[in-house]
């Protein structure tokens, strides 16, 4: 399995805070709605009927997810006209979702074969 090379590591030594931080941003991404719709936003801009859509759950759970996400500052949002417009806040955040994504790639392409 290939993670990010050690020079993509982080450069110093974590403290308390930056665990606890990592922890709850990883809680957030173990919700598969959530992570749809990051993985959705880093395509780019997005309405909630398109991210409806996308990630085929109901609106008002979309809705919450998406809340969730903006105030854990995981996600931006502008108006345009009566619409809201999500985007993600951070590229850390789109590398962060790939890796994860491959990661369940590589897990997924180890398994052995069904009978």
């Known amino acids: ?63 919450q997810h998406l809340a969730r996400l903006r105030l854990a500052g995981l996600v931006a949002t502008r108006k345009e006209g009566r619409r809201v417009v999500y985007s993600l806040r951070d590229g850390h955040l789109r590398r962060l979702v790939d890796e994860a994504l491959n990661v369940a790639d590589h897990r997924l392409s180890d398994r052995p074969p069904h009978d």
């Open 1 to 63: 399995m290939h993670l990010s090379s050690a020079h993509d590591a982080h450069p110093h030594s974590p403290g308390e805070e930056q665990f606890t931080l990592a922890a709850e941003l990883l809680a957030l991404l173990g919700d598969r709605t959530r992570l749809t719709l990051l993985h959705a936003l880093a395509s780019g801009e997005a309405d909630v009927t398109t991210l409806t859509e996308r990630c085929g759950a109901a609106r008002p759970a979309v809705s």
